[in-house]
């Protein structure tokens, strides 16, 4: 199908080509090479691009909420201006960072969700809680069972029945404090 019209519109967001004056769809999906394209422009890589890019890596694969990205960012900025860290690869220190953010936006994930997310290795952040000396928030007692089974290559079983005996501990414990 074609209009008498010459008033093309292209959307990018849909992939079509519109007749302004009828509103009549004149061609479809068109061709990547037919899409206009942009300038090219110079890319220089900076150490706050590569940043960027790995929140946001991290954020899309662990379903972060945009709060828990920004939180993880000031974190990081409060983590580097400490001088504890210089020295520390930036995806195991922003790893550290999400860990953290998630207890500060009260949803707390493992060292071993976040180890998942991220491919830091759990010890890498052990390390770096160890580092931290207490400036931060403190890891969960599920992150001592998960460490203390890897230790002794205890099996999923095992972990869950500790799991379970440390939040019947728990419970008990503030029932008394009641």
Request: hydrophobic share 40%; aromatic share 8%.
């Given at each position: 199908?074609?209009?008498?019209?010459?008033?093309?519109?292209?959307?990018?967001?849909?992939?079509?080509?519109?007749?302004?004056?009828?509103?009549?769809?004149?061609?479809?999906?068109?061709?990547?090479?037919?899409?206009?394209?942009?300038?090219?422009?110079?890319?220089?890589?900076?150490?706050?691009?590569?940043?960027?890019?790995?929140?946001?890596?991290?954020?899309?694969?662990?379903?972060?909420?945009?709060?828990?990205?920004?939180?993880?960012?000031?974190?990081?900025?409060?983590?580097?201006?400490?001088?504890?860290?210089?020295?520390?690869?930036?995806?195991?220190?922003?790893?550290?960072?999400?860990?953290?953010?998630?207890?500060?936006?009260?949803?707390?994930?493992?060292?071993?969700?976040?180890?998942?997310?991220?491919?830091?290795?759990?010890?890498?952040?052990?390390?770096?809680?160890?580092?931290?000396?207490?400036?931060?928030?403190?890891?969960?007692?599920?992150?001592?069972?998960?460490?203390?089974?890897?230790?002794?290559h205890l099996g999923y079983k095992?972990?869950?029945?500790?799991?379970?005996?440390?939040?019947?501990?728990?419970?008990?414990?503030?029932?008394?404090?009641?």
């Amino acid at each position: 199908m074609s209009c008498l019209h010459n008033d093309l519109v292209y959307d990018a967001n849909v992939g079509e080509e519109i007749c302004v004056g009828c509103g009549l769809v004149v061609a479809e999906r068109l061709p990547v090479e037919c899409i206009p394209q942009a300038p090219e422009e110079q890319y220089e890589p900076t150490e706050e691009n590569h940043l960027d890019i790995i929140v946001r890596d991290i954020t899309h694969r662990g379903h972060f909420t945009p709060d828990i990205a920004q939180s993880a960012m000031m974190i990081y900025e409060k983590l580097i201006k400490s001088g504890l860290f210089q020295y520390t690869p930036m995806p195991n220190l922003m790893a550290y960072a999400f860990y953290n953010a998630c207890f500060e936006e009260k949803v707390p994930r493992t060292m071993g969700e976040i180890s998942a997310i991220t491919g830091v290795h759990p010890n890498k952040l052990w390390q770096l809680e160890k580092r931290d000396q207490g400036q931060l928030k403190r890891c969960l007692a599920s992150d001592v069972i998960e460490r203390f089974a890897r230790y002794f290559h205890l099996g999923y079983k095992d972990v869950q029945a500790m799991k379970n005996l440390l939040l019947n501990i728990e419970s008990t414990m503030t029932s008394k404090s009641v």
